[in-house]
């Protein structure tokens, strides 16, 4: 099928096979490796990206379902001049990424909290981060990295 | 490799089920089953250019509220409609899979899965939902009670749609409240699972009361000699809610299956009953007609 979305604010029309999963497009169509497969069937985020500002997971989605759709991957958050995005400084700063199999799933969600809630509270965070798991850091680094970047898009820190 | 057709139409969608097709609504549960090869659908009928509104909405319509099949979880928790008369869904459904599970999976989806530990239906069945389901000669609706009749199993026929869920607005209960079992909070299937709602009289002791219990049979069971147990019990009682807790345990048979045996299920009922008089119960908002 011909297939029209906005990749990452950018307009895109591709032939593909209307049940290609998202992931495979993504990866290995387009070439964004960015976004991860780990567990292939919604149970870990890995795959997390963003549909239409919602969070969604690649690995359950298939080429026909995004027509017309805006989507957003990790490699959409960098600024036109490649600088990071304050939330993946935070993760960075904060010590928060270890092997990095989860950390675009990380980053989009707490990406997609932050949009929605500036300044969350711990409680907030774990719930936005309820979807994705993290097999090395127990978790605290990236607490400390939410709420970093928290802190930064709130322009209280430099 | 299955076909994808994506209807414009609720006539168009009507024409594919009569034809067979399988319908992909959020694809939270039908794509994990293709992936284990549990199901291998020739064409997957897809819903999302779908232009009919009847399927996305949630409307007042007077003593009911009214959901389209295809309403994600996280616009029902979102809706004001929803936390507004139905505050024991909306707690259900804030314990399903994760975020981005909620933002996929729809609540006709989690009805049509069938599932005994599906996190929606406790809720739905105190709640007397009622299910509407559409074909090309027509709908009919019928409680979703009778709806389930096993795991995975419905009294939908081959050519017919869930289309909308219709829920009897509440007035007469002043509590509601849900409380799942599971190995973590997110992403886990209950080991139990228990829905409530309670009627008080003015001097607070129980006059209404409706239990629903997740994974505990092969649908979603009731547990009518424990409900009359509590009658008449004050909320601030704990030895009524200890005999009808010691009442659940005899009332229910539950299953053993790879998540927990029987005797821990019977065990936890009770417990579930118990907190009933201990936990902080969430307070029906005032809604019109609300005592």
Same mark, same amino acid.
């Given at each position: 099928?011909?297939?029209?979305?906005?990749?990452?604010?950018?307009?895109?029309?591709?032939?593909?096979?209307?049940?290609?999963?998202?992931?495979?497009?993504?990866? +290995?169509?387009?070439?964004?490796?960015?976004?991860?497969?780990? /567990?292939?069937?919604? +149970?870990?985020?890995?795959?997390?990206?963003?549909?239409?500002?919602?969070?969604?997971?690649?690995?359950?989605?298939?080429?026909?379902?995004?027509?017309? =759709?805006?989507?957003?991957?990790?490699?959409?958050?960098?600024?036109?001049?490649?600088?990071?995005?304050?939330?993946?400084?935070?993760?960075?700063?904060?010590?928060?990424?270890?092997?990095?199999?989860?950390?675009?799933?990380?980053?989009?969600?707490?990406?997609?909290?932050? +949009?929605?809630?500036?300044?969350?509270?711990?409680?907030?965070?774990?719930?936005?981060?309820?979807?994705?798991? /993290?097999? =090395?850091?127990?978790?605290?680094?990236?607490?400390?990295?939410?709420?970093?970047?928290?802190?930064?898009?709130?322009? =209280?820190?430099? | 490799?299955?076909?994808?057709?994506?209807?414009?139409?609720?006539?168009?969608?009507?024409?594919?089920?009569?034809?067979?097709?399988?319908?992909?609504?959020?694809?939270?549960?039908?794509?994990?089953?293709?992936?284990?090869?549990?199901?291998?659908?020739?064409?997957?009928?897809?819903?999302?250019?779908?232009?009919?509104?009847?399927?996305?909405?949630?409307?007042?319509?007077?003593?009911?509220?009214?959901?389209?099949?295809?309403?994600?979880?996280? *616009?029902?928790?979102?809706?004001?409609?929803?936390?507004?008369?139905?505050?024991?869904?909306?707690?259900?459904?804030?314990?399903?899979?994760?975020?981005?599970?909620?933002? !996929?999976?729809?609540?006709?989806?989690?009805?049509?899965?069938?599932?005994?530990?599906?996190?929606?239906?406790?809720?739905?069945?105190?709640?007397?939902?009622?299910?509407?389901?559409?074909?090309?000669?027509?709908?009919?609706?019928? &409680?979703? &009670?009778?709806?389930?009749?096993?795991?995975?199993?419905?009294?939908?026929?081959?050519?017919?749609?869930?289309? *909308?869920?219709?829920?009897?607005?509440?007035?007469?209960?002043?509590?509601?409240?849900?409380?799942?079992?599971?190995?973590?909070?997110?992403?886990?299937?209950?080991?139990?699972?228990?829905?409530?709602?309670?009627?008080?009289?003015?001097?607070?002791?129980?006059?209404?009361?409706?239990?629903?219990?997740? &994974?505990?049979?092969?649908?979603? $069971?009731?547990?009518?000699?424990?409900?009359?147990?509590?009658?008449?019990?004050? !909320?601030?009682?704990?030895?009524?809610?200890?005999?009808?807790?010691?009442?659940? *345990?005899?009332?229910? &048979?539950?299953?053993?299956?790879? *998540?927990?045996? $029987?005797?821990?299920?019977?065990?936890?009922?009770?417990?579930?009953?118990?907190?009933?008089?201990?936990?902080?119960?969430?307070?029906?908002?005032?809604?019109?007609?609300?005592?």
């Amino acid at each position: 099928m011909k297939l029209s979305f906005t990749l990452n604010h950018n307009a895109l029309t591709l032939e593909t096979e209307p049940d290609r999963r998202v992931i495979d497009l993504l990866r +290995e169509d387009l070439g964004l490796t960015g976004t991860k497969e780990a /567990c292939g069937e919604g +149970e870990c985020g890995a795959c997390t990206i963003r549909v239409n500002k919602e969070l969604r997971l690649a690995c359950l989605m298939i080429a026909a379902q995004i027509e017309g =759709c805006s989507i957003e991957t990790i490699e959409g958050l960098a600024g036109p001049d490649q600088a990071l995005h304050p939330v993946q400084e935070a993760f960075v700063q904060a010590g928060a990424v270890q092997c990095g199999f989860c950390t675009p799933g990380m980053v989009m969600a707490v990406t997609d909290l932050l +949009e929605a809630i500036p300044d969350p509270d711990e409680t907030q965070i774990r719930k936005a981060l309820s979807g994705n798991l /993290c097999r =090395c850091t127990g978790y605290q680094k990236i607490m400390d990295a939410a709420q970093l970047a928290a802190k930064k898009e709130n322009k =209280c820190l430099p | 490799m299955p076909a994808v057709i994506l209807p414009q139409t609720l006539d168009e969608l009507l024409d594919l089920k009569a034809q067979g097709h399988t319908i992909l609504a959020g694809g939270t549960d039908l794509f994990v089953h293709m992936r284990n090869k549990k199901i291998q659908p020739q064409t997957l009928v897809c819903l999302d250019q779908l232009k009919d509104k009847g399927l996305r909405e949630v409307a007042d319509t007077g003593d009911e509220i009214c959901i389209g099949a295809a309403v994600t979880h996280s *616009r029902l928790i979102q809706n004001p409609l929803v936390q507004q008369h139905f505050p024991v869904l909306i707690q259900a459904l804030d314990t399903l899979g994760s975020p981005q599970i909620r933002n !996929m999976g729809t609540l006709g989806g989690n009805i049509m899965t069938a599932s005994p530990a599906g996190d929606s239906l406790p809720p739905l069945y105190v709640l007397d939902a009622q299910v509407e389901l559409a074909g090309k000669n027509g709908s009919r609706r019928m &409680s979703l &009670s009778r709806f389930i009749t096993g795991p995975g199993a419905t009294g939908l026929n081959p050519e017919e749609i869930l289309y *909308r869920i219709w829920i009897p607005k509440q007035p007469s209960y002043d509590l509601h409240h849900f409380e799942k079992v599971g190995h973590r909070k997110s992403l886990s299937i209950a080991i139990l699972s228990m829905a409530a709602l309670i009627g008080l009289t003015g001097d607070r002791k129980i006059r209404a009361v409706r239990l629903a219990w997740g &994974s505990l049979g092969k649908t979603i $069971a009731t547990s009518p000699e424990t409900e009359k147990r509590l009658m008449g019990t004050p !909320m601030d009682d704990p030895a009524g809610f200890i005999l009808a807790a010691a009442r659940i *345990r005899e009332e229910v &048979s539950p299953i053993s299956d790879v *998540r927990a045996g $029987a005797d821990y299920r019977r065990q936890v009922a009770g417990n579930l009953v118990l907190r009933l008089c201990q936990g902080p119960l969430e307070p029906l908002k005032q809604g019109p007609g609300a005592v």
